[in-house]
């Protein structure tokens, strides 16, 4: 069973940034960044294949970069010129969501 652990989130103002680490108990395969909004669907906002081939949601691209450090099994997620519609709840997993989900972090940006 793969662990996955999220950090990094906090509380900024809009046009700030912040930096997500994912950390893995194996090693990454393909992964992706989801972000959750209470009373809202989980949704994919960015992903990494394996090659390093990424993939972002229209509504981050350009401003967030998605990242993999696979020596660390740590996937990243850049965010940049945060917006009050970036809040939610930050979590990782397979871009088919095959692993259990951790606790996800928080990122609340403030206009």
């Known amino acids: 069973q793969v662990h996955l652990v999220e950090s990094g989130g906090g509380s900024v103002q809009s046009g700030g940034s912040l930096r997500l680490s994912c950390a893995s108990s194996?090693?990454?395969?393909?992964m992706g960044w989801f972000r959750q909004i209470p009373g809202k669907q989980r949704e994919l906002v960015a992903d990494i294949d394996v090659g390093g081939f990424t993939n972002y949601a229209d509504s981050v691209k350009g401003r967030f970069t998605i990242s993999r450090d696979n020596a660390k099994n740590t996937l990243y997620l850049q965010m940049d010129n945060l917006e009050p519609e970036d809040t939610a709840i930050y979590y990782c997993n397979t871009p088919s969501r095959a692993f259990f989900w951790g606790q996800g972090t928080r990122v609340t940006v403030s206009s």
């Open positions: 194996s090693s990454l395969v393909a």
